[in-house]
């Protein structure tokens, strides 16, 4: 299957700072997500990582508190800005299944991997 | 709105069968998909349903009724490392994004 990795995997920071996450592909993939996961919750949409464009934002959530970077197909970095307790939470990259060179003849349609995700706590 | 909704936490015993039911309200309808995920761990994908009817993929199997906006994710021969927290999620478009419904927490007792 495909190998996703991401620094740091968790994280504490001080409130007003600033946190970058990076994730890391073996394989180049077109499509690149970023989720948010709060404790205990379900998993929220954050933008789609476009490479060689910007980032498409879900409701809630814009590009000055979720700066987001896809400078090639196998690398994506999203930033949490300005940061607040409300920002902990379990953040994740994900891409599809199908377009990663071993998974690929094998994955179902609409088959998405994940990252380990980043643990971030906010004081 | 937009809303996907399962039951917060079942509990079956070792070896049992549960179905774990997924009711969704989307503005649009591509396919649904099942993931797993286990205490710390990342999301792992179990099934995915375009059409009604039912796949099966070993133990796990999963229903569409897309006239009732409705799925399940059935386990069957229950074991203790199935214990995870189970989500269904809906694409509605070609575009692969998903939308996460609340979450089921399966504990399975010996």
């Known amino acids: 299957s495909a190998v996703i990795s991401q620094k740091p995997s968790r994280d504490i920071c001080q409130r007003g700072t600033s946190l970058t996450i990076q994730c890391q592909v073996d394989?180049?993939?077109?499509?690149m997500f970023w989720y948010r996961q709060q404790p205990g919750q379900s998993l929220t949409l954050i933008a789609t990582a476009n490479q060689g464009s910007e980032a498409t934002y879900e409701s809630g959530f814009v590009i000055d508190k979720f700066p987001i970077s896809r400078p090639n197909l196998t690398f994506s970095t999203l930033t949490v800005s300005n940061m607040s307790p409300e920002d902990s939470s379990i953040y994740l990259c994900?891409?599809?299944?199908?377009?990663?060179?071993?998974?690929?003849?094998?994955?179902?349609?609409?088959?998405?991997?994940f990252g380990p995700g980043t643990r971030l706590t906010v004081l | 709105g937009q809303s996907l909704e399962q039951p917060s936490e079942v509990t079956a015993v070792e070896g049992a069968i549960v179905q774990i039911n997924c009711t969704y309200q989307t503005s649009g309808f591509y396919g649904l998909s099942w993931y797993q995920q286990h205490d710390g761990g990342a999301p792992t994908f179990l099934s995915y349903n375009a059409l009604d009817g039912l796949e099966e993929t070993g133990r796990f199997s999963s229903f569409l009724s897309r006239s009732d906006s409705y799925g399940y994710l059935l386990l069957q021969e229950l074991q203790m490392k199935d214990s995870a927290s189970y989500f269904c999620?809906?694409?509605?478009?070609?575009?692969?994004?998903?939308?996460f419904g609340s979450g089921t927490r399966l504990l399975v007792r010996p």
């Open positions: 999620a809906v694409s509605q478009d070609s575009s692969y994004k998903l939308i």
């Open positions: 394989s180049q993939v077109t499509m």
């Open positions: 994900s891409t599809i299944g199908t377009e990663h060179r071993l998974a690929g003849a094998t994955s179902s349609y609409n088959e998405q991997f």
